[in-house]
């Protein structure tokens, strides 16, 4: 039988021996600082897997929403939580502003321009030949 085993990998400064500081990507929401880890390698793939072909979007929406919530801190966790889950209407996060959120942090997750190149941009220079 095949086995499989786990090793939890330090990432060390090489320099001085201790850990790494993660990066992450920093947002507001409301008034408090929310700070977003890059999803690894297993959340990424749970989220190509989640948002693929032959998925409903409530499934994707669901997937969004959980990836998005383990790539938090863990305090901004539970503040997101309750928020998504509250129903006082004051605290309550509309499905609008969770959207707006996951597209932000994609784009900085994965290093996507948010504004489309000038379409102004000069194009190849030709010699006249084909």
Same mark, same amino acid.
């Given at each position: +039988?095949?086995? %499989? $085993?786990? &090793?939890?990998? =330090?990432?060390?400064?090489?320099? &001085? ?8 990507? =920093? %947002? ?7 700070? #977003?880890?890059?999803?690894? @390698? ?6 190509? &897997?989640? +948002? !693929?072909? !032959?998925? #409903?979007?409530? !499934?994707?929406?669901? &997937?969004?929403?959980? $990836? +998005? ?6 305090? @901004?966790?539970?503040? +997101? ?16 502003? $969770?959207?707006? $959120? ?7 997750? %994965? ?5 489309? /190149? /000038? ?12």
């Amino acid at each position: +039988m095949k086995e %499989f $085993i786990t &090793a939890v990998e =330090e990432v060390l400064n090489e320099d &001085a021996g201790t850990p790494v500081e993660e990066k992450y990507v =920093e %947002f507001k929401l409301d008034d408090r600082v929310m700070r #977003s880890y890059p999803p690894n @390698d297993g959340q990424l793939a749970f989220m190509l &897997a989640a +948002m !693929g072909r !032959g998925q #409903s979007a409530d !499934g994707r929406f669901a &997937a969004i929403i959980n $990836i +998005m919530l383990e790539c938090l801190r863990d305090e @901004d966790r539970d503040y +997101m939580e309750g928020r998504l889950l509250s129903r006082d209407p004051k605290k309550r996060l509309p499905v609008k502003q $969770i959207e707006s $959120i996951f597209e932000y942090l994609t784009e900085e997750w %994965f290093g996507r321009p948010t504004q489309p /190149s /000038s379409d102004s941009a000069p194009s190849p220079q030709s010699d006249g030949q084909n």
